[in-house]
């Protein structure tokens, strides 16, 4: 049995009573008690979208068995596992969340053992995902040397992975915690991976989408995917890189920021009002930066745009019917890597649009250059 009988039903979102939670459309998610919108994320595991909210008093919620994290202090880790059948087999579903105390979720988490995969199945999974996220995958391929085990790890989105150092696998081969936060590999067992010497990874950047499968020669193997927000995740005890970087943005100093290449241009993750973080595409030869209406109507549903915020009198109908005074408006924060840029301006374009960005955002710097060969944006 191949994998869409088997977890395609899962992979697909498609249990959208998850944690009590209701999808409203344009794929914003709100509780199903109180009725508070979470702002529009694209990257959702069973329903439930980063940055949307969890329902403490649902009965769904009461199933998870909860405590506080290690990690990630002041958040909340939440685990259920259900034990499902598919055929003659009995597949095991793990779901794991971690949220904040008001139920804001940064991380949310299946894995499904075992994961049967046939030829293709892989490769159309991950053309689907593709085109539900709109941009292509970054996507590492491994075998291992006796070529027993194979693994597919995709990711969409600002997600940044970093090798563990070799003292923290140490830790993990001991089946121990580094306190490295999220760790993703490609066995679908870190302490496994740590005792191969394979890589593991801790997860940094934007949100984002992270979808791995481990396979035997057989086809059989372990599905893991999540969705993922690190930004919202703020550890209490930051490694030596996040404090420079951190002194770097006080400082005002150089900042490099990844990009990857999609379709021939260059994509990086902005962060809106310190509210949504979507991708962008670089362009440098556009006056402000261009924003999708379809993105604009949630900017104002969530409240960090109002009509305050928009530039001139004339009239702009949006797609959704909704006028607002205005085609261009003023955006209070706009976040790349870690510089912030306020009251920039901005214009509405078509809801099939791309959001650019544009002048407005990058002339605001002293200084920026874009390396070609890294694809990384420099700002100072």
């Known amino acids: 049995m191949g994998i869409r009988k088997l977890v395609l039903s899962v992979a697909k979102q498609t249990v959208l009573s998850g944690l009590g939670l209701c999808l409203l459309a344009g794929g914003v998610i709100a509780q199903t008690v109180g009725g508070s919108v979470a702002p529009y994320s694209p990257?959702?595991?069973?329903?439930?979208?980063?940055?949307?909210?969890?329902?403490?008093?649902?009965?769904?919620?009461?199933?998870?068995?909860?405590?506080?994290?290690?990690?990630?202090?002041?958040?909340?880790?939440?685990?259920?596992?259900?034990?499902?059948?598919?055929?003659?087999?009995?597949?095991?579903?793990?779901?794991?969340?971690?949220?904040?105390?008001?139920?804001?979720?940064?991380?949310?988490?299946?894995?499904?053992?075992?994961?049967?995969?046939?030829?293709?199945?892989?490769?159309?999974?991950?053309?689907?995902?593709?085109e539900r996220f709109h941009s292509r995958p970054q996507v590492r391929n491994f075998t291992e040397r006796s070529g027993s085990v194979g693994a597919t790890l995709a990711i969409w989105g600002g997600i940044h992975l970093q090798p563990l150092s070799s003292g923290d696998l140490s830790v993990l081969a001991q089946r121990k915690s580094p306190h490295r936060g999220i760790l993703v590999d490609l066995l679908g067992d870190t302490?496994?991976?740590?005792?191969?010497?394979?890589?593991v990874y801790s997860v940094s950047g934007e949100q984002g989408f992270v979808w791995v499968a481990s396979y035997d020669r057989e086809?059989?193997?372990?599905?893991?995917?999540f969705a993922m927000d690190p930004y919202l995740l703020k550890r209490s005890s930051p490694s030596g890189d996040s404090v420079a970087r951190e002194q770097n943005r006080q400082q005002g100093g150089l900042e490099s920021i990844a990009m990857t290449k999609e379709r021939g241009v260059f994509v990086v993750p902005v962060r809106f009002n310190d509210m949504i973080t979507l991708k962008a595409i670089f362009d440098s030869g556009a006056s402000e930066v261009s924003?999708?209406?379809?993105?604009?109507?949630?900017?104002?549903?969530?409240?960090?745009?109002?009509?305050?915020?928009?530039?001139?009198?004339?009239?702009?109908?949006?797609a959704d019917g909704s006028k607002v005074p205005s085609a261009r408006f003023r955006i209070r924060s706009l976040k790349v890597g870690d510089k912030t840029v306020e009251n920039v301006t901005a214009a509405i374009a078509s809801g099939e649009a791309e959001i650019l960005l544009g002048q407005s955002f990058l002339s605001r710097f002293k200084y920026w250059s874009v390396d070609n060969e890294r694809h990384i944006l420099k700002l100072e």
Not at 292 to 308: K, Y
């Open 43 to 130: 990257y959702s595991v069973d329903g439930l979208a980063v940055g949307g909210s969890v329902a403490p008093q649902s009965s769904v919620y009461k199933s998870y068995q909860c405590e506080s994290s290690d990690d990630y202090p002041g958040y909340t880790w939440c685990k259920r596992l259900q034990t499902r059948k598919s055929g003659f087999k009995y597949i095991s579903v793990s779901t794991s969340i971690v949220h904040a105390a008001n139920g804001v979720v940064g991380y949310i988490n299946q894995t499904v053992k075992p994961a049967n995969f046939s030829n293709g199945d892989i490769q159309n999974e991950l053309v689907r995902l593709s």
């Open 191 to 199: 302490h496994k991976s740590a005792r191969m010497n394979l890589p």
């Open 219 to 225: 086809g059989e193997g372990t599905l893991r995917f």
């Open 291 to 318: 924003v999708p209406a379809d993105v604009v109507s949630t900017l104002i549903r969530t409240g960090t745009i109002t009509s305050e915020d928009f530039l001139g009198q004339q009239t702009y109908v949006l």
